[in-house]
């Protein structure tokens, strides 16, 4: 298990934007449409905003008009958790950064059904965008 994911919260506090720690470390949710990331159409990788885990390829990156970053697969499955969330009266599947456990968004069974069919709706604040040079 990463050492990053036994930090205090003040170590995410210090590292991480309040937007970010809102989401990341307090499983928040960015308003629809306002990501800095929703609308990227460059090719590269994204990571976790906060320990640098490579999570999303470009390659996989498709628009869902749900108004986050959706991508049908993770870059690697052994990178990501699954957790069940039972929060806000609904049954959905949470997604979180295996190496620090910080919250990433949710994944849903209404992705494209030419691929995965899967959906990985993910807060543009629990990434960073590395462009392919």
Known sequence: MSDLRNKPESYWKEKLT???YH???QKGTER???GTLYDNHDTGMYECAACGQPLFSSDTKFESGSGWPSFDQPVNSSNVELHEDRSFFMRRTEVNCKNCGSH???VFDDG???T???RYCINSAALNFQAKK
Request: aromatic share 6%; proline share 11%; glycine share 12%.
């Open 116 to 118: 995965t069919g899967q």
């Open 18 to 20: 309040p937007e970010q």
């Open 32 to 34: 629809a449409f306002t």
């Open 104 to 106: 990433l968004g949710h």
């Open 112 to 114: 494209p059904r030419d």
């Open 23 to 25: 989401v990341l470390r």
